[in-house]
């Protein structure tokens, strides 16, 4: 979708532009977007402004339709996108949550330093490369049957820590302790689950990533502490989702959803913004469907995450022990969550909708983990392979204008197609090996498809929810080493 957008952009505020509710009659809600003055015409490149204002026509939402700085073009709702609808008469949309549901990200911390791990980098990687199953339609060493998968669904991350995935700390620095309440192995069709049978502790393809980096500079002291970071740290992420088993599950109810606006008489400006009440039998099925998908990605995470303390070891020639690789936090940006947020100056049960959005409660919530709790909660901001990623905080001023969520990364500015023509993959490997960022990949083509100039710079993502006073920065990391999927 590359047509310019000519809509109404007006200033609301640092970093804030209102698409007014005038713009669309059928709008119930105005339009909110996150975004630095100099984003501006690449923002309107395509039609994700467009679809701020669609999704503002949903029944039940509140406050308006946001969308953060990293916003671009997406099924349904935008990338970027965030609403919140009433838990009692509002609607539960698919396309507010994406084929890939939950994806993640988690960051991992170390006592290593960038001296003892620089010269081991590249062998890092390849042992990273090896020891995780990665690319399209991959398939690992674990094979669940049937009575596991619903465990699986069910619990977790908790079912993978008690296989011996990991460590119980671990749960604690999950966004939802890494389980999702009300999750239902009997809402995913069989295809679903026969999707899932093989791919739990796989990273798939696309912008799937492992990463070993450097703390690269701490520009919050005290709030790097609390997250124990310091500079020159080694530190590892792991960005993946819930497979081929999320994907079906959205696509299957993607279908229920289609039947459930004509049954409901819901008028929608946009057929991918297919919906259903929360309250009523599909929405309810979603929902159950949603948070056990959700859960087969955080076991999915957690088992790389004890494959990835493992393979470090290896090739640091040290015990998994030694290498001490403690989680930080692991947060969603796929998903949709049960919430209590103050609306016109009441607290209100809503169902808030996160498309390539992140979590970012601020001090004091009960959510955020005792030990970050007077901080807010960690934030987590992949960038690209050769720039950076962020570590940021959530905020109160979150809590109060965006139901407590910022950007998710740094958001594409090219697609991929448009990335495969422009860039030769084994070239820009080469151009990464001689910054000192070794990377291994499927395919040249997958490489190229996610090279550094086909997303926007994140430096400029970052400061605009900062200077919004969304989010804080704390720390940014430089990658060492990439294992893409």
């Known amino acids: 979708m590359s047509q310019r957008w000519h809509g109404p952009l007006e200033p609301a505020g640092t970093c804030r532009w209102r698409i007014p509710e005038t713009y669309r009659d059928f709008m119930r809600v105005p339009g909110l977007i996150y975004a630095h003055e100099d984003m501006l015409d690449a923002l309107r490149q395509d039609q994700a402004p467009e679809q701020v204002a669609h999704v503002a026509s949903l029944p039940g939402i509140v406050k308006a339709s946001l969308a953060m700085p990293d916003i671009h073009y997406g099924y349904g709702f935008s990338i970027g996108g965030v609403a919140a609808t009433d838990a009692r008469d509002g609607v539960i949309v698919p396309g507010g949550i994406g084929y890939d549901i939950n994806c993640g990200v988690r960051l991992l911390r170390s006592d290593l330093t960038k001296d003892e791990v620089s010269k081991h980098a590249e062998a890092v990687v390849n042992e990273l490369y090896t020891s995780i199953p990665s690319g399209v339609g991959s398939r690992g060493p674990l094979r669940l049957d049937a009575s596991a998968l619903k465990r699986v669904l069910e619990k977790g991350a908790h079912w993978a820590v008690e296989e011996g995935y990991g460590e119980p700390d671990d749960l604690e620095y999950c966004e939802e302790g890494g389980c999702m309440e ?67 599950v959205c696509s299957d109810f993607l279908n229920v959803m289609g ?124 960038g690209d392979m050769g720039t950076a990623s962020y570590v940021l905080l959530g905020t109160q001023r979150a809590m109060e204008e965006t139901f407590g969520s910022t950007c998710h990364g740094a958001g594409r500015r090219m697609s991929r197609t448009a990335a495969k023509k422009r860039v030769d993959g084994r070239q820009l490997k080469k151009d990464l090996a001689s910054r000192g960022i070794f990377v291994r990949a499927g395919s040249a083509a997958s490489l190229a498809e996610e090279a550094p100039d086909a997303y926007k710079d994140v430096h400029t993502v970052v400061t605009t929810v900062e200077q919004a006073g969304i989010s804080r920065i704390v720390a940014r990391l430089r990658p060492l080493g990439v294992v893409k999927g």
């Open 259 to 382: 039947s459930a606006v004509k049954k409901y008489d819901i008028k929608i400006p946009d057929r991918q913004l297919a919906c259903a009440p929360l309250a009523s039998q599909e929405g309810q099925d979603y929902f159950a469907a949603m948070a056990a998908a959700a859960n087969y990605a955080w076991a999915n995470r957690q088992i790389m995450t004890h494959w990835v303390r493992q393979a470090v070891a290896r090739a640091l020639h040290q015990s998994a022990g030694e290498c001490r690789l403690k989680l930080v936090y692991d947060v969603a940006h796929n998903i949709a969550k049960r919430e209590t947020h103050t609306v016109d100056g009441e607290m209100q049960d809503l169902c808030v909708h996160r498309k390539g959005a992140t979590r970012a409660f601020g001090p004091g919530r009960p959510e955020v983990p005792a030990r970050y709790r007077e901080w807010g909660q960690p934030v987590l901001v992949p």
């Open 182 to 248: 009300g999750a239902q192995e009997t809402a995913l069709s069989q295809r679903a689950r026969k999707r899932g049978l093989s791919q739990q502790g796989t990273l798939g393809s696309g912008n799937h990533f492992l990463e070993m980096g450097i703390v690269d500079e701490v520009f919050d002291d005290k709030g790097a502490r609390a997250l124990d970071l310091f500079p020159d740290q080694v530190v590892f992420m792991v960005h993946s989702g819930s497979r081929g088993l999320g994907h079906q």
